[in-house]
């Protein structure tokens, strides 16, 4: 969960990322069942990664671009929404380095997960991210093993380095 801005103050994201075995997950034959977008981001080959998203909910769709900078479990992380123009001029630097993804909003044992389905050239990719609301309580959390591998260290296993390199072995 990212935090909100005050005083100026650049927005710190809190967040725990996992490959689970999809089988495993409790989830897995319900999924569908829960809230879902489809995401569709890029990323612009500059300094800071800067990424362009599509997000399309029931509701509607939001267009966003998004600067994030460090690794780790928290980080800031800038995100404004823009107007439909501006990301078409945006993606267009963008497109060559970019992802689809399916996410459901999945609650379960009251944590809130967020399942996300690659497609394309990923398809096939599963990883669930795990936000919060502070750095102590995503330290603190204690994963379940049907979670499986965490990636949240491995750069590999970004939505950027996904985009640029593909899926890692």
Not at 49 to 63: A, D, G, L, N
Not at 76 to 87: D, G, L, Q, T
Not at 147 to 168: C, F, I, M
Request: net charge positive.
């Amino acid at each position: 969960m990212t935090t909100k801005s005050t005083l100026g103050k650049i927005p710190i994201e809190h967040e725990r990322r996992f490959v689970p075995v999809f089988t495993k997950l409790p989830f897995a034959t319900t999924f569908l069942e829960h809230p879902m977008s489809l995401i569709i981001q890029g990323y612009i080959e500059d300094d800071q990664r800067t990424r362009v998203r599509e997000e399309h909910t029931q509701e509607r769709t939001i267009f966003t671009i998004t600067m994030k900078t460090g690794s780790g479990i928290s980080r800031p992380e800038n995100e404004i929404e823009i107007a439909r123009k501006a990301f078409k001029l945006l993606w267009e630097k963008a497109k060559d380095c970019s992802l689809r993804k399916s996410r459901y909003f999945i609650c379960h044992d009251g944590i809130h997960y967020q399942l996300n389905i690659f497609h394309g050239a990923h398809a096939g990719y599963v990883q669930i991210e795990v936000e919060f609301d502070s750095n102590k309580k995503a330290v603190a959390f204690v994963p379940p093993p049907w979670l499986g591998k965490e990636v949240t260290h491995d750069k590999a296993h970004g939505n950027y380095s996904l985009a640029k390199y593909g899926r890692p072995e």
